[in-house]
């Protein structure tokens, strides 16, 4: 309507395109303030000022184009619109904010109610325009208003299309964000292998399918051999990188369709379906060992892990995975008893193993809860004085029908479970009872209680205020108190450290038991948060010359990092001389005393050494 009158009147061609191109500049400033205000972005100060700016100069435009097509412009207000809108323009560029309109908006915007009403007034552009001709007795122009409307209708899909377009990539990017929580919600972040709850389920859908086919359903329980000597060693970053490693030997040693997963820290499982046979399964973990056994290269170095293997398998699917899993984990523990780097099948005589462990471990519930445990007592000495220095409680199991049960036909079970935590508990309590009991019968107080604490205990985050409570209830003075803890406990749980120096805080005493069985170097030594050390009877029974020169620098060792010795398991006279002579500060064994039941303990006086027949519990 506005570029027809010009494009029809008199002049050259150029000048009636220069003229022309006004009204068309117009168009694309529609344009522009219509991206400006259905974009999406930030209403900064100089946004504002450049939208008020842009709409003035079109509101001149127009309103000059309508008028000089009328009567001719002879000037007036949209003079002043025009200036107006430079200036507020110039504002705009010249503002701070100005930086921020090249940033380009990471939406589309919303369909608001701003911005409905925004589209519908473009889509009303060219009714309008008719109204306006109508309205001022203007010539209609029929080509004005069809260019006009299918701009503006164009400019209207467009922002449609843009709507659209924003919606698809917004469910598409649901869908992957969906997708990819789903994959972490069921694999290991570490190797990408499938968690223990999707193994869990995986298990579970292989035994149906076997329930229904009649086929078998392997599984292998992979749990690595000194992988902690890896993190002390090279750091835990390097053991990531050696899980990484033997999640990719584990997938490349399987079938195309077997199923790998890590379950725990260190441990993995492969779910085998329609194995060929048992043997299969057996070579296949086997060349699994082989397979992690392999060196991996950490940074500059080259470490090595080895692997006991679990086998189980269901014939028909008649079991859960639960069950499937419990047996190839205690096929992996044995497999780790025996020796380490090897793989072991869950049979029949594993499965008895288990069922009677399942029932000793309720006859041990009941046991505890019946008053069933009693504790015997057995001497330390002084070993130049020979008098008591105190006593270790040693936990027996009084079990109906079966007499005394030493603590390595139960503790083994209890540790398997959180019930070695209870039966720690009783002994924390009744150990220091009774050491009060024979201080007020004016036994010396000087003397001191031992109670063996299992590693499953110390790790517990609450170990700290069971021995506080003990300590609490019976009154005991908190070094009267040693804990006993075995040395491979000490080198192979992490979780302990913390605690150990919590309970030399609190007071008690911590030693380290059985030291020479374990892995311990002396230079170690002087980190551990320990105030004695137990010499293992195996150090103490040997004869050759390497051995007593070894317990002579152990002892030698601890002196110089303030720790105490004790040898344990002293049977002859001689043995209790060697020690004497190698400054071994304390001694306990049946050459002086048997463990005895609290009312049979003689008093602390020196105790003549005796020979007895050979240890048998």
């Not at 908006?105 to 409905?116: E, F, N, W």
């Not at 007034?121 to 109204?131: G, H, R, S, Y």
């Not at 209830?473 to 040395?487: D, F, K, V, W, Y």
């Not at 103490?540 to 002579?552: D, K, Q, S």
């Amino acid at each position: 309507m506005l570029a027809a009158p010009t494009l029809r009147g008199d002049g050259t061609l150029l000048e009636r395109a220069v003229a022309a191109a006004y009204p068309a500049g117009d168009v694309l400033l529609v344009a522009i303030l219509a991206q400006f205000l259905l974009g999406s972005g930030g209403r900064t100060v100089a946004f504002r000022l450049l939208v008020t700016g842009l709409g003035l100069l079109l509101v001149a435009d127009a309103g000059f184009a309508v008028v000089e097509s009328a009567s001719g412009y002879e000037g007036g207000a949209f003079d002043l619109l025009w200036l107006a809108s430079y200036v507020v323009v110039g504002t705009a560029g010249l503002h701070p904010s100005a930086a921020g309109l090249g940033v380009p908006a990471t939406a589309v915007a919303p369909y608001s109610t701003r911005r409905l009403l925004a589209l519908g007034f473009a889509v009303l552009v060219a009714p309008l325009t008719l109204v306006v001709q109508l309205t001022l007795g203007v010539p209609l122009d029929a080509w004005a208003v069809a260019v006009a409307s299918t701009a503006l209708f164009g400019l209207v899909v467009a922002r449609m299309d843009l709507a659209i377009r924003a919606i698809r990539a917004s469910s598409e990017q649901r869908d992957r964000l969906r997708e990819n929580l789903a994959h972490l919600a069921a694999h290991d972040a570490l190797t990408g292998l499938a968690n223990r709850s999707r193994m869990v389920a995986e298990i579970r859908s292989a035994l149906h399918r076997a329930c229904r086919s009649g086929s078998p359903v392997g599984l292998l329980f992979v749990d690595l051999d000194h992988f902690k000597d890896v993190n002390d060693t090279y750091g835990h970053a390097a053991g990531d990188e050696v899980l990484r490693v033997t999640a990719g030997r584990l997938q490349d040693v399987v079938r195309a369709g077997d199923t790998v997963g890590r379950i725990g820290g260190d441990e993995f499982v492969v779910l085998v379906e329609h194995p060929e046979s048992e043997e299969g399964l057996v070579a296949l973990a086997r060349r699994v060992v082989d397979a992690v056994g392999e060196p991996v290269r950490v940074g500059e170095h080259a470490t090595t892990v080895g692997a006991s293997v679990g086998v189980a398998l269901a014939r028909d699917g008649s079991t859960d995975p639960d069950r499937l899993l419990h047996e190839a984990d205690a096929a992996a523990y044995r497999a780790k008893s025996g020796g380490r780097g090897r793989a072991e099948v869950f049979d029949e005589a594993l499965s008895r193993e288990l069922v009677e462990r399942g029932r000793l471990e309720s006859a041990l519930r009941a046991g505890i809860a019946a008053g069933e445990l009693v504790l015997h007592y057995q001497p330390i000495l002084d070993t130049g004085s020979g008098e008591v220095a105190g006593y270790e409680a040693l936990v027996r199991w009084d079990r109906p029908g079966h007499g005394l049960v030493a603590p390595a036909d139960f503790i083994p079970v209890a540790e398997r479970s959180t019930l070695v935590c209870d039966v720690g508990r009783w002994v924390l309590a009744e150990a220091t009872a009774q050491l009060v009991r024979w201080t007020a019968e004016g036994r010396g107080e000087h003397l001191t209680v031992s109670v063996n604490l299992s590693g499953r205990h110390v790790a517990q985050p609450g170990v700290v205020t069971d021995v506080a409570d003990a300590l609490a209830a019976s009154g005991l003075a908190p070094h009267r108190l040693a804990l006993e803890i075995t040395e491979t406990v000490v080198v192979d749980v992490l979780e302990i450290e913390e605690a150990l120096r919590a309970l030399r805080d609190l007071g008690v005493r911590i030693s380290i038991d059985d030291f020479g069985t374990g892995y311990t170097s002396i230079h170690q030594l002087q980190h551990l948060a320990v105030d004695t050390l137990k010499i293992d009877r195996s150090l103490v029974e040997a004869t050759t010359p390497g051995v007593l020169a070894l317990v002579g620098l152990v002892v030698q060792a601890a002196h110089a990092f303030d720790l105490t010795v004790v040898a344990e398991g002293v049977e002859e006279p001689e043995q209790l001389e060697r020690l004497r002579a190698l400054g071994c500060d304390s001694v306990q064994g049946f050459l002086f005393a048997r463990p005895e039941p609290a009312g049979l303990v003689a008093d602390d006086g020196p105790l003549e050494p005796w020979v007895t027949e050979p240890r048998v519990g």
